[in-house]
């Protein structure tokens, strides 16, 4: 079995293990912080170190790798903006993603913005792609006919609900003609 007790670092370790980090995962300055400061803690607190010398150089690690452009939020927010827009996910799920990944309102409005260019209306786009994805309304394998159609049509608003989508927006992508009353639901 392996040994997986933590090597003791040094602060010349620091630009080794974030560039490594980054050369296995598209990430933002935040996740590459908290990443540091994990490795910095377990590796102090198995060895009985002081952390505190190697917590205070991290930003220092951080500017180093933004100015050799291996970090770039702005452009991680674009690409992680398109990607899930392209999977069906709606504007406000999208900026919050963003926000946990620790990407600033700015930046997060300059990409929703850059997003316009490739998809046109962004909200349209994602709807219809959350909508094939899960293969809701018009893009079900099979058509139901009679009651059960209504029922089924009253799930898919719900799931577009849950995913962020307007009822407009949803009633329009899924191809619901009729009227559907969603006061009138009981399950």
Known sequence: MADRRPRRLAITD??????????????????????????????????????????ATIPAVIEKLERNRFLDDQAFAAMKAASLTRRGTSRRQIGAKLSQLGINQDMQGTAMDGLVEEFGDTEEAAAVAYAKRRRLGRYRARHIAGEQRLVQAKRDLSAMARAGFSFALAKRVLGATDDIDIEDDEG
Do not use: C, N, W
């Not at 996740?31 to 377990?42: C, D, F, G, H, K």
């Not at 590796?43 to 952390?51: E, Y």
């Open 14 to 55: 620091l630009d080794q293990i974030a560039l490594d980090y980054l050369a296995r995962f598209a990430t933002t300055k935040k996740r590459v912080q908290e990443m540091l400061t994990r490795r910095i803690r377990r590796s102090a607190h198995f060895h009985g170190d002081d952390p505190a010398e190697m917590l």
